[in-house]
């Protein structure tokens, strides 16, 4: 049986939430976009780091 568009968009929810992170939407300047998203790279990989030393 395949899942709905909407089941799935719920399930990807469900993981991320687990996973302790959250959904921000916020407007930015298209010349930050690159910046931002490199930005947040970044702090789930030093978030994800700094779990293995606890």
Same mark, same amino acid.
């Given at each position: 049986m395949r899942l709905t568009n909407a089941?799935?968009?719920?399930?990807h929810r469900e993981k991320? &939430?687990?996973?302790?992170?959250?959904?921000v939407r916020?407007?930015?300047? +298209?010349? &930050?976009?690159m910046e931002i998203k490199s930005m947040a790279i970044r702090f789930v +990989?030093?978030?994800l780091r700094n779990e293995k030393f606890r």
């Open positions: 089941e799935r968009q719920k399930k991320m &939430k687990k996973q302790n992170l959250s959904l916020v407007w930015v300047p +298209k010349d &930050k976009v +990989k030093e978030s």
